[in-house]
C-alpha cells in the first residue's frame, strides 16, 4: 500500500467535501489517517511495513478488537494538509477491503460548538467520553471531526 499516495487522493477528496460543508474554517488540522485491511494477516503486515516509517505508539483492545496508532517520523503531507499519526483498526468481520477508512480533523472549538455552530449538517457521532467524534459521510469520503489530537488522547489514556 503506497501511503503517500493514498494520502494525497484522500485529503484531496476530504478537503473538497469539508469545502462543500463549508467548515473548512473551523479546522485547525488533519492529525489521523485511518486504514482497513480485509483481514488479520494483513494487520500483522501492515503493521510492519508502516513501523519503516514511524513508531507504534499505542496498541490497544477498543470493542473487542485491537487499534494500533502510529506516529509517523515526517507529516504526510499534500493539498496544504498534513497528518502525523495512522490509525489501524485489527478487521471487524472479515468484510472490510484493504484501504482508507476515513481522515480525522481537529476543531478549532470544543466539539458541542461545532456542532452547534453547524446545525443543519447530520452528524453522525462516534467515539467516547474521551475524545467525542462527528462523521459525515459522502459516497467513499468519510471525514470526522474532533477536538482533541490524537496524541494527547493517547497521552491522556495512557496516564490513566
Known amino acids: 500500500m503506497e501511503i503517500a499516495q493514498l494520502y494525497a487522493t484522500a485529503v484531496r477528496d476530504a ?4 469545502e462543500s460543508l463549508g467548515v473548512r474554517d473551523e479546522l485547525v488540522q488533519n492529525d489521523t489517517l485511518c486504514l ?29 478488537r485491537l487499534i494500533a496508532v502510529l506516529g509517523l517520523y515526517e507529516p504526510l503531507r499534500a493539498h496544504g494538509w498534513s497528518v502525523s499519526f495512522v490509525e489501524l483498526p485489527q478487521p471487524k468481520t472479515g468484510s ?9 480533523f481537529v476543531t478549532r472549538t470544543g466539539i458541542e460548538s461545532f456542532r452547534r455552530r453547524f446545525p443543519e449538517l447530520e452528524f453522525r457521532e462516534t467515539g467516547n467520553a474521551r475524545n467525542r467524534l462527528l462523521e459525515i459521510t459522502e459516497g467513499d469520503v468519510v471525514v470526522r471531526f474532533h477536538d482533541k489530537n490524537l496524541g494527547a488522547v493517547i497521552e491522556w489514556e495512557q496516564a490513566d
Request: glycine share 10%; aromatic share 4%.
Open 36 to 64: 482497513h485491511v480485509s483481514s488479520n494477516d494483513g494487520y500483522t503486515r501492515l503493521k510492519q511495513e508502516l513501523a519503516l516509517i514511524g513508531e507504534w505508539i499505542n496498541e490497544s483492545l477498543v470493542n473487542g
Open 15 to 18: 478537503d473538497q467535501l469539508i
Open 96 to 104: 472490510e477491503l484493504d484501504g482508507l477508512r476515513h481522515l480525522q
